[in-house]
């Protein structure tokens, strides 16, 4: 079977089943519930929905602590619930990804109990072991100030057990070839009941060597090209969106050099980076960013995203940029996280201001590779910095002003519904802003239905036009003959920039407004002279006169 690459120009909405909608009313979101969400979900335009775990877990790491990776958690549902929801899914034409947790599993594991309990038992050798405590425990963790050690002592197995994350998620031994055997099983299974695909959680720490010797764990990429072998002989369509926060450098090692490894990375580089320019309204590191993971296979995409449901991780950026971003976006040291990050949705990041939220999308939108947005943030909802950790920014989906903002009609919900402050639900939920024509949530809406109409930005090549000033950020677009233009002002003032299209044909060439009749028109061989508000931004398809024309008319 022949991969269409439809991750190209999808648009592609990230939820967890726990917090979206709970329909049995025990308190906590279920299948049943999502999939009575799904024509929400179709309407405002997304071609792809990416699941966090939602196998059977103890949850004491929101469900990354998996028990079973062949079941459903019995408070979402039963496996029936998942078939008829992905169903629904297919349906609507919505592909579906799902969370492929397999550095590590749960302690609570079938698996781990048998091989701590039995040192001859087959599983002994599916996980990391050492006699002694390793010299460099210490180091590596994770979870900086919350993890102590990346080894823990187990009595009963008498021996030591390797964990990259907390205590209760002792790591996998991926290199072994039965534990990558199951790996393929695992994927095999969630294949036959209807997935699209995979985000792959912790890429560079899954394909890590790993043992009480290994100072310097080296990856073995072609455990990635295995994975990929295996789905385009199971289901043609299906891919890996990987989870790695490497440096640029690398990237290629990742995706492979003829994109045979991973079809689809998250670009941490241009995450961090994007909001280094929105703090310091300065465009250079951004455009440093995209240039330096300009290079990928021509079937390879980049995810781009704002937020998601860890932390900001600023870690790549220099201790200067960071604290300029900690200052600009997260000043408390309890919107801060390991040291390193922000723990803080992007609404509240941005004060709620309209204007810079919109530019914020805009952007993301217009970033080389595939848009991938957080549920919640297509209405600007808001965090609860009382919550331990991440889960601030992983309250319940905010429906409407009933009680539990529709959520559920249980009491006690699986976390606390935003019910305070201008993010509370009573002020930011959907059922207001589907009534409100000129509400964020139906803005969204707006900009995915073009952002999916302008192929170009998943599938041509980018460059970068002067604007004669660092704060206003231009690049275009060209693929198949066609060109489109973005424009973007990082800064609160007004700039008016020249801007020059020097490409033979487009000296007369007419900057066509794909988001208003705001249209550019230049002298015969001048520059395109544009005014751009405060945080404004412009989408234009570079064409001629009759192209408008051709709008008028239908």
């Known amino acids: 079977m022949i991969n269409d690459l439809w991750y190209k120009n999808a648009v592609i909405y990230c939820l967890s089943v726990a917090t979206y909608m709970d329909a049995n009313g025990d308190g906590i979101g279920d299948f049943q519930g ?35 990776y062949y079941g459903v958690d019995s408070r979402y549902g039963t496996l029936g619930d998942f ?12 592909r579906l990804l799902i969370d492929l947790v397999v550095n590590h599993t749960s302690n609570e594991h079938p698996w781990f109990k048998e091989a701590r309990r039995d040192p001859k038992s087959k599983y002994r ?48 031994n991926t290199a072994n070839p039965k534990v990558q055997a199951e790996i393929l099983k695992i994927m095999g299974f ?9 985000r792959m959680d912790a890429v560079p720490f899954v394909i890590a060597e790993k043992g009480p010797e290994i100072a310097r764990p080296k990856e073995q ?14 289901e043609g369509e299906a891919i890996i969106l990987g989870e790695a926060n490497v440096l640029p450098d690398t990237d290629m090692e990742y995706f492979g050099g003829a994109g045979e490894r991973l079809q689809m990375m998250f670009n941490f580089e241009v995450n961090q980076n994007l909001f280094l320019a929105l703090a310091t309204s300065d465009s250079r590191p951004l455009v440093k960013a995209m240039r330096a993971t300009k290079s990928r296979p021509a079937t390879a995409q980049w995810g781009q995203f704002l937020r998601n449901h860890d932390e900001l991780d600023l870690g790549r950026l220099n201790e200067a940029d960071r604290e300029t971003v900690f200052a600009a976006f997260g000043a408390d040291l309890d919107m801060q996280l390991y040291g390193r990050g922000i723990r803080r949705r992007l609404a509240p990041m941005l004060q709620g201001d309209r204007r810079r939220l919109e530019l914020a999308y805009s952007l993301m939108m217009t970033l080389p590779g595939t848009p991938v947005i957080r549920y919640g943030d297509e209405i600007g909802m808001g965090d609860d910095l009382h919550l331990p950790e991440r889960n601030c920014a992983r309250t319940p989906m905010q429906w409407s002003t009933e009680p539990h903002a529709g959520f559920t009609k249980n009491d006690k919900p699986i976390l606390p519904t935003i019910s305070v402050g201008p993010y509370g639900f009573q002020h930011v939920n959907v059922a207001a802003q589907r009534r409100d024509p000129n509400s964020l949530l139906n803005w969204m809406e707006r900009t995915i239905r073009m952002r999916k109409e302008v192929p170009e930005i998943g599938w041509g090549d980018f460059s970068f036009i002067s604007t004669g000033t660092p704060q206003v950020l231009a690049m275009r677009y060209d693929w198949r003959n066609n060109s489109v233009l973005f424009v973007h002002n990082l800064s609160s003032e007004p700039r008016e920039v020249r801007l020059a299209l020097k490409r033979e044909g487009e000296a007369d060439c007419i900057l066509a407004n794909l988001l208003s009749d705001d249209h550019s028109r230049a002298e015969k061989g001048a520059p395109h002279h544009i005014l751009v508000e405060p945080y404004g931004y412009r989408w234009y398809r570079v064409c001629g006169l009759d192209y408008l024309l051709k709008r008028s008319d239908t």
């Open 34 to 68: 999502l999939t009575r969400r799904l024509d929400y979900l179709q309407g405002i335009g997304v071609t792809a929905l990416w699941l966090m775990p939602f196998q059977p877990s103890p949850f004491k790491d929101d469900g990354y602590d998996i028990v079973d």
């Open 83 to 94: 078939v008829e929801f992905a169903h629904g899914c297919r349906q609507r034409g919505m």
């Open 125 to 172: 050798e599916w996980y990391v072991w050492s006699k002694k405590k390793p010299r460099n425990a210490a180091s590596g963790m994770v979870f900086p100030g919350v993890q102590k050690s990346t080894w823990t002592h187990d009595q009963t197995a008498k021996a030591y057990y390797f964990h990259r994350f907390y205590d209760f998620q002792p790591d996998l």
């Open 190 to 198: 969630w294949l036959q009941l209807g997935v699209s695909g995979f």
């Open 221 to 234: 990429y072609e455990m990635l090209r295995g994975f990929t072998q295996f789905l385009n002989w199971r």
